[in-house]
C-alpha cells in the first residue's frame, strides 16, 4: 500500500525553525518528484515546494523561497521540509504529497494525512 | 503566475442529480508537446487530506468511480458528477501544473439539497 506519513509539526514561536518529515512507503520513492502542500485553518490549499526525483532541482512558492529548503533522503525513502524565520502566517496543515512523474509538470496522486504546524506570536 | 479561478463557490445539488463546477486558468495550460492539458482536479472531504479526482483534464484517478468526469482544454475546464451521491460532500479544487508556481483554484464546496 502506499503511504506518506508527515512528522514533526508542533507549536514554535515566532522567529523559530522547524523540520518536517515525511516517510514513503509502497512505491519508488527515487522515481518521483515529491512536493509540500499547506492549507491555513478554513482556508484552501497552497503549494509550498518540489523536489524532483533524485534531489537536483527545487522550486518554492514565493511565501517559502529564502526561508524554506526542501530535501529528500532516497536511501531512507523520507522527504523534508527546513523551516526558519517562521511567521505567523505559516501556521497550516502541511501535507506531503507524491507526484506522478518526475518532476513539478505532474499531478499529485498520494497525499498523506499532514502535521500541524502552529507559529505563535 | 497563473491564476485559476473557480465557480461557483459552493453550489447545492439534489441527490442523484448533477453538479457542475468550472474552473478556468489566467494562460492556457496545454502542452502543445503532447496535447495534454497540466490540469487536476481533488476532491477533499471534512477532516482529510486531498484525494486526485482527475489528471490532464479528463483522466480518472485510481478507484475514482466513473459519475466523476473533467472535461476542457487551453484556458476552461468542467468537473462534473453526473449523480450526486451523499458521500461527494465535499470542497473540490483544481490545479494548474503547467509552470511554477504550481496554483489550486478557490475551491467550490458541494452540499446536498
Known amino acids: 500500500e502506499v503511504q506518506l506519513l508527515e512528522s514533526g509539526g508542533g507549536l514554535v514561536q515566532r522567529g523559530g525553525s522547524l523540520r518536517i518529515s515525511c516517510a514513503a512507503s509502497g512505491f519508488m520513492f527515487s522515481s518521483c518528484a515529491m512536493s509540500w502542500v499547506r492549507q491555513a485553518p478554513g482556508k484552501g490549499l497552497e503549494w509550498v515546494s518540489t523536489i524532483s526525483d533524485g534531489g537536483d532541482s527545487t522550486n518554492y512558492a514565493d511565501s517559502a523561497k529564502g526561508r524554506f529548503t526542501i530535501s529528500r533522503d532516497n536511501s531512507k525513502n523520507t522527504l523534508f521540509l527546513q523551516m526558519n524565520s517562521l511567521r505567523a502566517e505559516d501556521t497550516a496543515i502541511y501535507y506531503c504529497a507524491k507526484s506522478d512523474g518526475y518532476n513539478y509538470d505532474s499531478s499529485f496522486d498520494v497525499w498523506g494525512q499532514g502535521t500541524m504546524v502552529t507559529v505563535s506570536s | 503566475d497563473i491564476v485559476m479561478t473557480q465557480s461557483p463557490d459552493s453550489l447545492a445539488v439534489s441527490l442523484g442529480e448533477r453538479a457542475t463546477i468550472n474552473c478556468k486558468s489566467s494562460?492556457?495550460?496545454?502542452?502543445?508537446?503532447?496535447?495534454?492539458?497540466?490540469l487536476a482536479w481533488y476532491q477533499q472531504k471534512p477532516g482529510q487530506p486531498p484525494k486526485l479526482l482527475i489528471y490532464w483534464a479528463s483522466a480518472r484517478g485510481s478507484g475514482v468511480p466513473d459519475r466523476f468526469s473533467g472535461s476542457g482544454s487551453g484556458t476552461d475546464f468542467t468537473l462534473t458528477i453526473s449523480s450526486l451521491q451523499a458521500e461527494d460532500v465535499a470542497v473540490y479544487y483544481c490545479?494548474?501544473?503547467?509552470?511554477?508556481?504550481?496554483?489550486f483554484g478557490g475551491g467550490t464546496k458541494v452540499e446536498i439539497k
Open positions: 490545479q494548474q501544473y503547467f509552470s511554477i508556481p504550481l496554483t
Open positions: 494562460q492556457s495550460v496545454l502542452y502543445t508537446s503532447n496535447n495534454k492539458n497540466n
